[in-house]
Each structure stands twice: as C-alpha cells, then as structure tokens.
C-alpha cells in the first residue's frame, strides 16, 4: 500500500519541476525511494496536468492575445503546447521574471522554435501570435511616443517631388512587413462564428504591412500585392529609385524603371512613404 | 457592501464566478446575477477584487486550505481567509477537497524544509488515509471560521497512485465521514466520469446529493485523448442533464457558472445559461 503523504510529495515536486518530472518519466524507477511504485503513476497524465496548469498561469495573456488564444482552442493544442512549454515556464519564474512581457516574450520565442510549420495547425498559431504580438508593440511604440515624424510633416501630394530615378523613398512612421500564410482578419471572423468553421479557412498567402504613421496612436493593417511588399522590403530611406531598380534586375526582375516609380507613387498615394529627391 | 443573503428555503441563487465576464454581465443585468463568486487568493492579491460588493453580495471561494492534504497551510493564510470570510459576509467557504502543497521530498522526516508549494490544487490519492486526514483537517480548520466550509470535488484526470476507491465513493465517505456539505462542480464530475470511464447519468445518483449546498457549471474540452477542465467552453447540454438530476432530489443554495477564463465569452449565452437555470429551478 502506498503512503498517499508520499504520493502527494512525489505529484507535487513533479508539477512543481518539469526537469524532474521529465528525469522520471526517463528513469521512473527512481520514484521507488520515496515510496511511489512507478508501475503506478500515469506518466503521460501527470506530465499533461502540468501543461494545464502551465495554461491557466498564463490566462492573464488573454487580454493581450486574445486571438491566439482562440486559435489555441480551436485548434485542441493548447494542453499539449503548454506541457512542453512547461519545463521554460518553470526557468522563467525560478528567474524571478514573472512579469507580462517577460511571459509573452518567452512564450513567443518558445513557439518559434517549437512549432512545426508543416502543419497547418501549427502555422496558423504562429501567424496568429505574430500579428497580435506586432500589433501590441507598435501599439505600445506609439503610447510611448517612439515615432518621431508628425503627419503634418508629411509633404502634401501635390507637393511631391518630380519623379526621377534620384528619387528617395522613406518610411513614413514605422512599418513592418509580415508575410503570413492566413489573414488574421479573417481568422477573427471565422472564429467569431464558431471554432468549428476554422476547418473552411485554406492557406492564402498574405502581404500585410504593419504600418503605424508618425504621431498616430492608431495601426493600419496594409493588405499589399506581392510587388508593393517586395518594394517596401528595399525601402531603407537611403537608397534611390535607380538602386531599388538595379537590385531588381540583379534579382532577374527585369523592370522598367517606370513601373518601380509608378508602383512607389502608388505608396506615397496612401502616405506609407514619402519621396524625396535626393541631392546631387 | 452588498451580503449574501437565501432567499428563502427552498429557493436558489445564481451567480457566476469573478472576472471580467461576471463584471460586465452584471452591469448590463443587474437583475440576473445575484451574486459573484470570487477566490480569496484573488482578493489576496489584488485589494481592487472586492469593489465589486458594493453593488453585488459574494461568496467567498478558496484554494488555499489544502483540506485533503498532509501539509496543513500557514497559520498568516489561515487568519487572513478567516477576515475575508467576515468582511465579504460569505455564507460559507467553497475549498476543494484536493491538496495545493506537499511535503517537499529532497526533506527527511521532521526536516525544517519549506513544503512544494502549488498555485493550482490536485486530487488528492483516494483512499481511507486520505479521507481521515481530511476528516481531521476539516476538524480542525472548522474551528477557524465563523461559517462552515464546504468542500469541492476535484477533476480527476489519471489514476493516483495508492487510490483505492472511485471518485464517487471517495466523495461519498467524506461526506459521510466527516459531515461537510458539498459543492458539486458538475463540469469537474463530467471530467472525472470521460477520464475514468464511468457513467455519468447513472452514477450522479450515488453521490450524497442531499449534502450539495452549491453547484459549479463550467465546460472542459477533450485534449491528447482526455477531458480537461475549461472555464472559457460554456457547460455542456449533458451538464444541464445532471444538474437535472440533482435538482430532482436537493434545492441547492447556489449555482455558480465558472465562466472566467476567457475575456471574449459571449455575453448572450451566459445570460441564456444563467436564464435557463433560473427556469430549470422555478
């Protein structure tokens, strides 16, 4: 018969160290010192109720993520994404870093390592937490008042200047590209309806730009085509229309340079970028 | 401040557990939630928790005590849930019969080694031992408080080592044994039943439903083979078909939903759950 005061350690000290629980799923013979046949304990069991628990620390991100969480959900991974999360969560907090941040971040770069992009299931948390993790920073960037240009610094169209190949495209603002195998907007609304519906949505390749203009507390997802996201990629505010050309055709792109200039007027249309004639 | 008090024999309140759902879901109706249901561990560390009580009465949860435990809790945790229980006017104290810290196994006997302490609780082994330590705990800590604990059952997800009876049974004998009153959370007895392979509908009745002073609903989702509790899944229709049959032979005092996971829960359908039981119970 088995001392339930030594079964209640033997559980406790496993949900408490993953390390060990995981050294005694290897070696469950070792549990036979504190009076615990191994023959006994469900191993696999013990090992997802410390995912669980895992889970349930982390509900406070729910209201900074609550898409992915959602995803999480509907896609039954969570159980299994914090049991093997569990062992870094434990890191975190034996760390002391128990902050908001520190939990998202290590979460993050968890499920960047983790995950495998094969899958669909996989690939849609991924995007997912991607886009609410930007969304949350650039947000973040703007309260702290990280942008420098102001909209009324912005030349107004009219002003622009005569394009020319000198021209230089810069960012207005702060803009990130991500490129994502689902739209985020519409995975929001298919889970709106129901979890079961996320079985209609098919990987659609998405160029969003991640766009937060000078002096706005407000994120602007841009939907791009593929050449509007290739162009802002050689957008670095130093290089001309003539360099974004020339790494073009170095590319193989063989383009006239008027549909590079036609394509960043068409940028500078929506304020994204602004053109400034370089000095010769 | 706001206090719990029944309506009349008989008669049940309804509430849900706090958070943001149970927040917002009383202010746009105020008429349907007649009380909120919140840890002392979230009043313990978050003072803002108990604003609530000026415009809703509570009920006073816990996790803390370790009833079916072998490392009793810190006397300062003992004295601070004793003045939650009076300044909150809780009818009485929910606290699971499970286990939230433990003896620390690097520790030899009667080493001064702090216990492993827990954030959540954990079944506990279920067996003859355990239903004596927890009659004496129960003893013990009734003595603390001036309203009387009721105890919760835990979800079982594997099999504890040394058990030697069901769940059911366990819960039975401690009823028994040790004359507490239940909370019966019918999410975490679903759970138990999916995991254990038992029949939930049939063995409801065996549980000694005439000792249920609360009742939880909440929702679970199936994962890696097996049924894990859920606060953000709403209660499922089996569940409404247990509580069925508990309200066939006990009038609960309270029902509580545990909607408090999720931030996005949809309003309407806690408003429909919470309609539903209130006609369930008229």
Redesign the interface.
Known sequence: MMNAEQVHAVIAAGLEEPELLQHWMQHPDQVRQFGVDPAEVDWRGLWLFAGLGTKVRHNPLRTALPLTFRVLKATALDIEIFSHYALQSAALRHQGKNSFEDKVTSLYAFLENWLDLSDNRHALLWDTIRHEVLLASLQNASRDGHTEKKMSDLPPLGDAPQLSVNVVPTINGTLTLREMSYDPDRVQALLMVGSSVLEQLEKELCYLGYWLPPSSDQVYLLRLDPFGFYLLQLVDDTRSVAGITRILDGQGLDLPVEEVLNGLLSLADQHVITLVEKQV | MKYFKAKSTGSTLIGLAYGPVALNTFKANEDIVDYIEVPFEQLHHDQGAGEFQKLVPAILHCASMSVA??VPPLENTLLEIAQEAVRTGTPWIGEHLA?I?????SAAPGSQDSP?????T?C??L?E??IQ?TSKNLAFLRERFSVPIIVENSPQ??????SEMSMIDFIIEVANECGVGLLLDLSHFLITAINMEFDPVKEVKRLPLDKVVEVHLSGY????G?A???H??PAPELEFQLFKEVIRHVRPQAVTFEYN????FPQDLVIYHLTRVREMLS
């Open positions: 435990g072998f286990y810290s433990a003896d620390r196994i492993t302490m827990l954030s959540y954990v506990p082994q067996s031992q355990t330590r997800y594997f099999n504890i080592p040394g989702s199936i994962q890696a097996r894990w509790d859920d953000s899944n996971w999720g931030v996005d």
